[in-house]
């Protein structure tokens, strides 16, 4: 069953019935001013933080209420719908509408008893407010008289725990006025005295504002309970019912800005309005207001700046093969989501409830790789943050804070770094993700410079990226297991696996081995002979014992508990098998061919599902080593043989680093949203962004997926596909091209930004193989092998890659 399409020369997903089986979210806006809004206008936002900057309430786990909402009512029969299905929630058959969900901006369409509406939200570029745009048409052959509400619901404090929990206090601090088109939301309206950069308990006086521009403003309402009324919702506020808003204010309880305009309209007429939502200080809500004197004109440049903003940076890459389920993936929606990822972290969705006050070391350095062929100076940007947030032994900070002060923070040896952030040690594997994420921007965007660049650590001192790496690779050597290979620690990137000190993890022992293969290349680079001799020994050494250690009979296994135990051994009743050291024993280049073969021909056998391959098997119940918190989860649930969407990108990527196109084509397939568009009742998600994890076989609901768009899948599959399965890898001197492809593509192209020159790619692949090339011209000339050095590009390239 599906709900709706993919409109991939708009790049919008269009929702076509309202009723999908879970709020299907966009994002609008910048970290400045964020804002989430799902196909029935729920959500909320915030500026700055998600737990301190909250503006508009949403009530988590509920039923996707609070929203944005606009009440549409006809005067003549008091009959009255919503612009969005819910919450009025008319009957299906006489109501129509389409959510247009967009790059940072969501479009709702409704017909109903003759008026037909449009309203556009989004956030303008660079600016700290929101609009709500709205086109009523009267679609009927006579006159139609309307009154037109919109309605704002306001968190009473920023912070949205107290906005939820500490309501003795939050009830007590607001206060609303109307002023001229808007209403006035105050939180500490008391403190209006105190000067600016000073506080009382850390307090000030806040103003948020609802505004309406294009039409006066005929009635108004700045009290929730009076704008809803008594045993009332949002489906039939008595404001609504009425036609007419009561003008109580708030003064304590529950503020709300809601604003009504009548609105006469001749058959076939449209007007335009636009309700605009903020956090500001009258002047300025008022210099906001001001600049929709013509809301149209205004509306459509705002708009067309926005996408212009998101189409031009999805051009950068662009893919044209026989797969339309991998083309809006790649060209669009995937590429948005590692944008909306890379932004938002962890911080905001409908499941991240903006407790998360910091990014997540290894999730935000994994978020980087989705977005560096697409924008590298953004990418940068965030490594030179994330760097910045090495501590000075090599290890990253669990959790870096909003307000990270390079230089200046404590680590998880202090107390109040434990105290404060709850993350009580180092994890293993946090600083290794930098040494692919750091590769691959040098590699994409030629930026050499950067090796040399000086970044301060976490807590003191400064050093070159050179030097950060290599510290990063000494933090693994100071943390070695009994056995020699890296401790677990805290946890790897498996967070429900506490190996401790003395546990041992074979996928940090992969990553770590990995690290030394890219460490040789800036060794190499820097010239620095002795110590790409020790890092020759050292793997080789540490190759052995991952060979030695980890790899048995026809798998590798996952570690070693801190009393030594194996964990992933083919005899054990439980977690015999484990998705993410066979895929990166591929990825790391440890695996030779044979354990290659065995190990992922294991995976489709034991691992692989029609909804992609569980992250181990079986699930934890009886047999549980201390430290196997997966146990905690139903079987078939998130670590305890889920599938971990984020595992799938690897996959894809081992398999197509092995040469096997189809079957690195059919896990993309298996996990990816826009494959599932017509299972939509089975995986509930929407089926444009990647959810966390898809329920497993062993639960009662397999295939249904969970925890929405803010994911390391994004960034895991974009690579799996864009290196993987399309084989663009470049490396410090120009661009390898490897594809591997399904044997049935005939050919496919790429549009490519790199270094300053635009690429133009065609694959052939007449003899219909899955890997490998035959010949490669650049410019008609052509190349030794399947590698292009950067000296023979031009500002246009042509590429012709013939596969065999
Ligand atoms: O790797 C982690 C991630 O950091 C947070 N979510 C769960 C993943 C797997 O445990």
Request: glycine letters at 8%; aromatic letters at 12%; one cysteine or more.
């Amino acid at each position: 069953m599906n709900f709706g399409y993919f409109d991939d020369e708009k790049r919008e997903y269009v929702i076509t019935r309202p009723d999908t089986p879970a709020p299907w979210a966009n994002y609008l806006g910048s970290p400045e001013y964020g804002a989430l809004i799902s196909n029935n206008a729920g959500g909320y936002s915030f500026a700055r933080s998600g737990a301190n900057g909250r503006i508009l309430r949403y009530i988590f786990n509920q039923f996707d209420q609070p929203g944005r909402y606009i009440y549409l009512r006809d005067n003549e029969s008091k009959d009255y719908w919503s612009a969005s299905w819910q919450p009025v929630g008319k009957d299906l058959e006489s109501y129509k509408s389409e959510c247009h969900h967009g790059t940072a901006y969501t479009k709702m369409l409704a017909d109903y008893s003759g008026i037909h509406s449009e309203v556009c939200y989004y956030v303008p570029l660079n600016q700290t407010y929101e609009v709500w745009h709205l086109k009523v048409t009267n679609a009927s052959a006579c006159e139609r008289n309307l009154t037109i509400t919109g309605y704002a619901e306001f968190t009473n404090n920023n912070n949205y725990e107290q906005d939820q929990v500490n309501l003795q206090y939050s009830q007590f601090i607001t206060s609303t006025v109307f002023e001229t088109n808007r209403i006035r939301h105050i939180i500490h309206g008391n403190l209006d005295w105190v000067k600016e950069g000073e506080e009382v308990d850390n307090k000030l006086a806040i103003s948020r504002f609802f505004a309406l521009t294009g039409a006066p403003v005929d009635s108004y309402c700045g009290d929730k309970e009076s704008f809803l009324g008594r045993y009332h919702g949002y489906h039939n506020p008595v404001g609504v019912e009425n036609g007419k808003l009561s003008g109580e204010m708030c003064y304590n309880e529950n503020g709300c800005g809601a604003l009504a305009a009548q609105m006469l309209l001749k058959p076939g007429e449209t007007k335009e309005i636009a309700f605009l939502v903020g956090m500001k200080e009258h002047e300025e809500a008022e210099a906001i207001c001001n600049r929709y004197a013509d809301v149209a004109a205004q509306c459509e440049t705002e708009l067309k700046e926005l996408t212009g903003y998101w189409h031009e940076k999805l051009e950068h890459f662009q893919v044209h093969t026989p797969s339309r389920e991998f083309d809006t993936m790649i060209n669009t929606w995937n590429a948005y989501n590692c944008f909306m990822t890379f932004i938002w972290s962890r911080a905001a969705s409908f499941f991240y409830c903006g407790l998360r006050n910091g990014y997540g070391y290894r999730d935000t350095v994994q978020d980087i790789q989705g977005v560096i062929h697409l924008a590298p100076e953004m990418a940068l940007e965030k490594i030179r943050f994330m760097l910045s947030a090495q501590v000075d032994n090599g290890g990253g900070l669990p959790l870096v804070k909003f307000t990270h002060n390079a230089g200046h923070e404590d680590t998880p040896d202090d107390a109040s770094y434990v105290q404060e952030t709850g993350h009580p040690a180092y994890r293993a594997d946090d600083a290794l993700w930098l040494f692919p994420t750091v590769y691959k921007y040098i590699a994409e965007s030629g930026n050499l410079a950067f090796i040399d660049e000086v970044i301060p650590f976490a807590n003191k001192d400064e050093a070159t990226v050179y030097e950060h790496l290599k510290r990063a690779l000494a933090f693994s050597v100071n943390h070695l297991g009994p056995h020699g290979l890296p401790a677990g620690l805290y946890a790897d990137w498996n967070d429900c696996l506490r190996l401790g000190k003395n546990g041992e993890s074979s996928f940090v022992a992969l990553q770590f081995y990995y690290a030394m293969t890219i460490l040789k290349q800036f060794a190499a680079y820097k010239e620095d002979q002795a110590y790409m001799d020790y890092l020759e020994e050292e793997q080789k050494k540490l190759g052995t014992l991952i060979n030695n250690l980890c790899w048995n009979e026809d798998r590798f296994i996952r570690g070693f508990t801190e009393a030594g135990e194996v964990i992933g051994k083919r005899t054990d009743p439980e977690a015999n098998m484990w998705l993410n050291p066979q895929s990166w024993a591929v990825i790391s280049g440890l695996a030779t061919k044979q354990q290659a073969e065995l190990s992922m021909e294991n995976v489709r056998k034991r691992l692989n599902t029609e909804y992609g391959a569980i992250l181990m098997d079986p699930p934890y119940h009886l047999h549980a080593f201390d430290g196997a918190l997966a146990v905690i989860y139903n079987p078939g649930t998130k670590e305890n043989a889920g599938i971990f969407s984020q595992s799938q990108g690897w996959l894809i990527l081992a398999e197509a680093l092995l040469g096997h196109g189809d079957q690195a084509f059919t896990y993309f397939m298996e996990n990816a949203p826009s494959a599932q568009n017509d299972r939509a009742e089975i995986r509930k998600l929407e089926p444009y962004c990647y959810g966390q994890f898809t329920e497993g076989k062993d639960s009662p609901h397999f295939g249904r997926s969970h925890v929405h768009w803010l994911t390391g899948t994004a960034s895991t599959v974009m690579v799996g596909c864009v290196e993987g399965i399309l084989g663009m890898r470049p490396d410090f001197g120009g661009l390898r091209i490897a594809p591997s492809i399904p044997a049935d593509w005939d050919q496919f192209t790429i549009e490519k930004d790199f270094r300053g020159k635009h690429l133009h790619i065609v694959v052939e692949n007449p003899e219909h193989v899955q890997s490998g090339c035959k010949a490669l011209y650049v410019n008609e000339e052509k190349m030794e092998d399947n590698y292009i050095p950067v000296e023979k590009m031009t500002d246009q390239t042509k590429v012709r890659l013939v596969m065999a």
